[in-house]
């Protein structure tokens, strides 16, 4: 059976150089956030732009060896059948990369609510003691995934719209379909909001988060 520890006696307490201890950490693991983050959205970008360019280098290729006429190319029905084919291929790959963007911004909100829930160990603590309080959120529910209008949304629904115009051009040339503009729009644009439902969705919009149990009874200091 395990006992229960006993109170920490007021003279074995933290002082405050402790707590200014876990701001340091504090800021090392925000910077240690950001930039992992930002070192996962370069990846898949770079794999999504090599994705993307392989009907090009395809293309390219084709025409050098004399495969495909270069002619061929400028007219919608005398694309070859095939190349329509690696349009939509490399598109449907290129969902991979988006949807790991999208991991990437819940891993990043994850980390950055976990550190905000770890501020409020010490930063009422030093705003007692030291009249001193660090300029970052502490609202564990902070920052929302859900953001379209930041670099990382932005990034994101940038992807979906191309992936959508490969999608379509490539489907529509495989069924034979005629060049029609307004067919074409309206096929990306529902294509992009299937990319778009889903970073809705999976980035748990629908499903707000309670906030956590505060043992320590620290004020929840939103900002």
């Given at each position: 059976?395990?006992?229960?520890?006993?109170?920490?006696?007021?003279?074995?307490?933290?002082?405050?150089?402790?707590?200014?201890?876990?701001?340091?950490?504090?800021?090392?693991?925000?910077?240690?956030?950001?930039?992992?983050?930002?070192?996962?959205?370069?990846?898949?970008?770079?794999?999504?732009?090599?994705?993307?360019?392989?009907?090009?280098?395809?293309?390219?290729?084709l025409t050098s060896a004399k495969v495909v006429d270069p002619q061929d190319l400028t007219e919608w029905h005398r694309v070859p059948w095939y190349l329509f084919a690696l349009v939509a291929a490399f598109g449907l790959l290129s969902v991979l990369p988006f949807l790991r963007l999208i991991e990437a911004v819940n891993a990043h909100a994850r980390t950055a609510r976990a550190i905000n829930n770890f501020r409020l160990l010490y930063a009422g603590?030093?705003?007692?003691?030291?009249?001193?309080?660090?300029?970052?959120p502490v609202d564990p529910r902070f920052p929302e995934t859900y953001a379209p209008l930041a670099w990382p949304g932005i990034n994101v629904m940038m992807l979906a719209i191309v992936n959508s115009t490969y999608l379509t051009v490539g489907v529509s040339g495989l069924g034979g379909q005629d060049p029609n503009l307004l067919i074409l729009l309206s096929g990306i644009t529902l294509?992009?909001?299937?990319h778009y439902s889903v970073y809705y969705v999976r980035c748990n919009v629908s499903r707000r988060r309670r906030l956590p149990n505060n043992p320590?009874?620290?004020?929840?200091?939103?900002?």
């Open positions: 059976m395990r006992k229960t520890p006993p109170r920490m006696a007021p003279e074995s307490r933290l002082e405050s150089n402790h707590f200014l201890q876990l701001a340091a950490i504090d800021f090392n693991g925000v910077y240690a956030v950001h930039l992992a983050a930002k070192e996962e959205r370069l990846k898949m970008t770079r794999l999504a732009m090599s994705l993307l360019s392989g009907p090009f280098l395809a293309a390219i290729a603590r030093l705003k007692d003691e030291l009249n001193w309080s660090p300029n970052l294509v992009a909001l299937i320590y009874e620290f004020p929840n200091m939103e900002t």
